[in-house]
């Protein structure tokens, strides 16, 4: 607790100065004035990554300063939540928030070192993205039904590899077992990239991620897709039912991503990284890249987001709970 007080103190000392000092203020706002680090918490190759980077070489080239991303895998997400928590707030440190860190962490984690609540400033919503449930092709079903009874019919003896605890493919998964009575064993992993690996190799049998990580090896071959997590098919591929339309009523999930900066990050900056991220999301390279993928881009303000994330942490809160969902 001392050191989410600490955190909170410094921020309200940044905050204090920021407010005193209006011309300073004013000049922040002119967002960047030097180079940006986009924290993402997982390895590369997976769908975080792809988001990030795909808005950070749109934000580099509308400001003329460098925006890089840098992948710090560890803990859940905790790594780099930490590491931006402390960062210094005015703009040039901003990190890549998503369901697990957000809304997840908060009830599956007995204790953090911030309060993700409290020692953050929601900037936008970059994207929301399906989930999609893949076996190896090795795995002796064809569909999603064949897949749940061949599961029932061999408790235990399979694995599903996620990119990590509080991942969203630990999440997508977990609920899945939830609703359909499977029992099948979570392998954590550091990142989409290196469970891929194994999965690909058939080590793993199974996995739920999104599309900008796993559409060329379904479209290869190398991986089945059973289901999605959707409400509603996607385009990518109608052929693919959704888990709902199976018998699980209600069911959905799917990845969601947004930018975050540490609290006591002036109000103008936040306006200016949120418009900005607009504008990017508006490019034909991201729009496009985003249509392959089945990926619906955000660019709200705020205060919509912050919106957005209280309705995910009471829907994640709950499941959490009903799943018993722990870090493995």
């Known amino acids: 607790m001392k050191n989410v007080f600490s955190i909170r103190r410094r921020r309200l000392i940044a905050a204090t100065a920021a407010a005193v000092a209006l011309p300073a203020a004013r ?12 924290l993402v918490p997982f390895a590369p190759g997976g769908t975080s ?23 710090k895998p560890g ?35 007995a204790n953090q070192p911030y309060d993700v ?24 079903a064809q569909n999603f039904k064949e897949f749940v009874s061949y599961v ?5 003896k399979l694995n599903y590899g996620s990119a990590g605890n509080a991942s969203a493919g630990h999440l997508a998964m977990e609920y899945l077992k939830l609703v359909t009575g499977m029992f099948i064993t979570h392998i954590p992993y550091r990142g989409t990239g290196p ?24 479209r290869a071959g190398k991986l089945r897709a059973i289901a999605v997590g959707t409400q509603q098919r996607i385009a990518a591929m109608p052929d693919v039912p959704t888990v709902a339309e199976m018998g699980y009523k209600d069911f959905e999930t799917s990845q969601w991503y947004g930018i975050l ?4 990050t002036p109000a103008q900056v936040v306006k200016k990284i949120q418009e900005e991220s607009f504008k990017a999301l508006k490019s034909s390279a991201v729009t496009e890249r985003f249509a392959t993928d089945n990926a619906v881009g955000g660019g709200g303000p705020p205060a919509e987001f912050a919106a957005f994330i209280k309705r995910e942490q009471a829907i994640w809160s709950d499941i959490v709970k009903r799943a018993q969902i722990k870090a493995d």
């Open 27 to 38: 000049a922040q706002a002119a967002w960047p004035t030097k180079p940006v680090r986009f």
């Open 152 to 156: 029932k019919a061999n408790p235990g």
């Open 195 to 218: 469970q891929l690996t194994d999965l690909l190799a058939g080590r793993t049998q199974a996995s739920s991620a999104g599309m900008p990580a796993l559409g060329a090896h379904i």
């Open 75 to 109: 803990g859940a997400g905790v790594v780099a939540m930490v590491e931006a928590a402390h960062a210094a707030p005015d703009g040039h440190t901003i990190i890549l928030g998503h369901v697990g860190t957000l809304a997840v962490n908060p009830y599956m984690l």
């Open 49 to 71: 990554e792809i988001v990030a980077r795909s808005v950070a070489a749109e934000l580099t080239r509308q400001s003329g300063q460098n925006v890089y991303v840098e992948n």
């Open 261 to 264: 900066a540490p609290v006591g």
């Open 117 to 140: 609540n409290r020692d953050f400033v929601p900037v936008t919503l970059l994207a929301k993205v399906p989930n999609v449930f893949v076996i190896h092709p090795d795995v002796p």
